[in-house]
């Protein structure tokens, strides 16, 4: 049986656990004054060809996204995403905790925002100044909460959108491994335009470990406070550098992300030849959304797999999701039974 | 050369290590709906003799008090603490910004608050509503910022009173190892009166984890949206709760924050030998706070050993730390010096 | 020419100003415990025959809507609410400001919630705890953004779901009296089921003057608190309290918003005999919202009558408000225009 | 018998009332952009010799600090005043509220800050960082919450030191009018160096009315957000800006200021020769702290006199206030009573 419930319920790969292994040795300077942590802000600034990138490792995702949004509005501005998106369903009002701020949720297929959307937004709140929220910054969720991801073009057309109109562009990239892989671009190449990437790693075989990478140098100015006041700054902050540092070597987060990938292609190939089974969106990361027939469903629920319906894409839909630790013959047994 | 500049430069207690690798072990539900951290509930609830606990992991101590007071005042409403408490201090606005509500510090010897004082500010409070903030919960760091104790007669008198006015009790129990080492007192004795304990594990061989112990069960209430909403949820939570559940296991919290305890005597027995040393508080716990005169502090930097002037107690003084990681050796080398 | 701008551009009533000197009698109590707000109570009491009422005087609308629904929820719980409300759109985020918790927009013909559609919202949210803030309010807009009123069924059947899902109700009543104007109701019949009105005074005929009308006691314990940290509390509230004392007295408030709603249907009867003009919702209270072609805005315009374009309705959309000092010779130079 | 309980307390003056009634003509622009606010900016201008100075009305003073210093820090940021300060006392943490920030209180005589107490605080807090909100803005209220006035003198020190420090001085004016009054000297040398003053209306002969008045043009930008975001924008911002410009108006407010001064002073002198009486601070605006022998104040309450008991400076102190309205006969007649 397999567990496609989520890519958080996956354990942790080796590599990370050697690493805090490797970082545990004798005292270290606290609060990200270690050498870990140096080292990880350099092995940052080369992957993404930003010599003057700002790391700043956290605990967790949400707050990731929090911090960086908080950054960068003000308590009467707004933040544009999809009205799928994590940051507007998902983290019970963390934005609006951490930023004081209005998120402002928009429409678009495949949970991708579009220029066409965000502009009419943003006319209509400009002209309603001060009653209306000012747009500031929109926050793009790479790979998406739907699976799909974000083209090269797709991405130079907001981002470019978004200089012209002074907003701040944010990068959820929770499952950034999964969509660097998915296009097979370069790291940096994802990230052209983007000011903030909430970088993720503990959906990518980390145990607890994001940081937001601060590629625009404005932003990262007082963001040490915004850090801490947020609880957010780990005391033992080489343990938590020393995770992404090991997913960051050697394109280990790149070979994990591909491989979840390649998982999801596979079970999407093979739940397309079932009768009565269709795919709601393109199959580009780790996560498939999927109707199935409820006789199925429920076959694959008494046998232990672990998926979860997900309503609010119709009443036989179900969304599965592969991680680092899918196996082949998880998939291949899961197919199996159908 | 030894560090004593903080617990937190400490490393990981390798039994800690060793209860990660062991949660390691395939695929298990996130959001701490997992069987370690069902364990870690039963271990705390037998630690503390509360069947009815509730324990809700979290990455970070700041955090954890953080999420205490959010749950015990509305924002119109006020704790009181002692002025060199973390939550006023250290924590860059954390409880305000979690809250909502104003922090009211208290002056007290020894960062000790005493009935008499919060009396005072209470009635003050009470008469002038609603324009001044309604006092509803003081926190009681045990052991306190300046490395004293609160004995158990205190915590009695002061419970006793916090009961009396309807103020919630919260303990910032970051160090909560090292006072139940010292005063010798099986654990439950020292939460009797608590609602909230911030049960901290970092500062005592945990590589990041704290917790949430709810002993009033009205507060519990609604916990799990205040702990998500704070970004303070683990996904993975089997590895923060994994981490807890090694320290309190066979007692290896209070032999660990004993051992600080041991250190730190040791310490202090040594400096009070030398001329023009004076220790400032009692040394009840893991920290000590001392005057030196300032050619013997400048010789002890220049050999290489660490630890903070700490200004606010005068021109001379200087705080050092002791961890479950100092060894004897460390301290004779350093008395060795003087 | 005419003012069809806002009913916010409109003067002060003369009993409004009479009133104001009327209670410029020397020296009187501060904070609301003065003659002329305990003389309000007892009339909103008799007015919505409500013995415990409690009402809080403020200077604004939409501080009046935060304050009743920063007393309903907390933060991590969330405002049901159409996606035209004022809550929503023209307040720049204040009600997540006042109660640190989300706005949930939703969507209904003519700014109006429904039954089925916040179902769905709340089965989807609770589902998902703690990842989704908890809905814990509904806000209705009584008459609506789009110049509609609720009927008594639709309030009936509303105000009964929410009390059978432990929603509170509060009823933006910035426009209410011309909701009961137009329903011919009594006052006490259009808020059964509410827990909170935002009582409106200003776009009534008052200067600066709002009321939170509480009919729930639960929800009256603390208001005070919240009234005073948001800033509404009048040193001086005699001359808020006055104000809306003046209104309430014999019926001026519903005469008056008669008359606007009379003026409105008087617009309306005018406009649908011009070709190509089309009233976009039903005229049921004291705003309209028609198409225009353009070269007929063009011509009013250039006459200098004042109203707004209303893109959000379409390209050739617009609004027009009535109010208690529209004179029919305004409603009929306007008319003659066309 | 005499109301020397609070000067808002006090009714309206007859010319504010009067300006009501002029303003009350017609339709005009809501949200402040109306002729009334227009001229209130001029006026300001030239009082204050400040030719660009941004003018923003509100209802409330409280909420007119609380604006002031959430344009002037971030929510990581600290604001320091001293600890009988209004915004740390009196508003229920509406200024915690509004700023998301931290307020330092920091103590003095005659509730006055000074350069020396201002320096440790900020030396300490930046020393520190980011585990303590960095100090951004200091607050003077003037003339003080304890009767005294700062000189021009202690002005120039702290806001020559703000200036070095980086930090931006707000001053609470709700008193600003008995201060100028006092000091004799031209309205804009008492606001040298300040960045925003609360110029205060309503204890000095307004009904509600207060002002932002910005006088650097750095913090002018974004204003009006944070005005409309916190319910301060008064959509029929005419009739508040026709009551500050009323007092304005050929000097009507020193007038207002320096009788209530007067009164104060008259009161002080008639106290002084009475046995066991003693004046607590300086009277140097219109309000007196005195200790009076419980007998004396006894008789005095049960004359129907008002005014407050203070114990925050002792068993027998006696707060007492006197405002515009008050006459030379009250205070005759109070006298007449010892």
């Known amino acids: 049986m397999a567990s496609f419930a989520s890519d958080n319920t996956a354990p942790v ?7 805090l292994a490797t970082a545990n040795n004798g005292a270290a300077p ?11 802000r350099e092995t940052v600034a080369e992957v993404f060809h930003c010599p003057d990138v700002s790391v ?11 911090l960086a949004l908080a950054r960068m509005i003000r308590p009467y501005e707004s933040i544009l995403c999809h009205r799928q998106a994590h940051i507007n369903n998902d983290e019970c009002g963390l934005p609006e905790f951490f930023t004081g701020g209005k998120i402002v949720p928009i429409d678009g297929f495949g949970a991708k925002l579009t220029v066409a959307a965000i502009g009419d937004t943003i006319a209509h709140a400009l002209e309603h100044a001060p009653h209306t929220s000012r747009p500031r910054a929109i ?4 790979s998406t909460e ?3 991801v974000y083209s090269m073009d797709e991405l130079a057309t907001l981002t470019a959108f978004a200089r012209t109109h002074g907003l701040y562009v944010h990068m959820d990239g929770a499952r950034i491994a999964n969509a660097v892989a998915s296009l097979g671009c370069a790291p940096h190449e994802v990230v052209k335009g983007v000011d903030i990437l909430s970088f993720g790693g503990t959906k990518n075989g980390a145990m607890l470990a994001e940081a937001a990478v601060i590629f625009n140098p404005v932003l990262a100015e007082d963001f040490a406070y915004i850090h801490k006041r947020a609880g957010q700054l780990p005391s033992k902050a080489r343990f938590v550098s020393a995770q992404l540092q090991a997913l960051l070597e050697d394109g280990l987060w790149l070979e994990l992300g591909g491989h979840a990938n390649a998982m999801a292609r596979l079970l999407a190939e093979g739940l397309q030849t079932v009768a009565g089974v269709a795919l709601l969106y393109p199959v580009e990361a780790n996560e498939l959304f999927v109707t199935l027939p409820r006789p199925v469903a ?7 797999h672990q998926f979860y319906p997900w309503p609010a894409e119709g009443p036989e839909a179900y969304r599965l999701v592969t991680s680092f ?8 047994g899961f197919l199996g039974e159908l």
Chains 1, 2, 3, 4 share one sequence.
Request: hydrophobic residues 40%; positive net charge; contains cysteine.
């Open 146 to 148: 739907l699976g799909t």
């Open 139 to 142: 926050s793009l969720t790479q």
């Open 325 to 332: 630790a899918t196996t082949k013959a998880e998939v291949d």
């Open 13 to 19: 790969h080796p590599k990370v656990l050697a690493a």
């Open 30 to 40: 606290a609060y990200g004054n270690d050498r870990v942590t140096a080292r990880l």
């Open 56 to 66: 700043f490792p956290v605990f967790n995702g949400s707050a990731c996204n929090g």
């Open 298 to 304: 429920q076959k694959l629920f008494a046998k232990g």
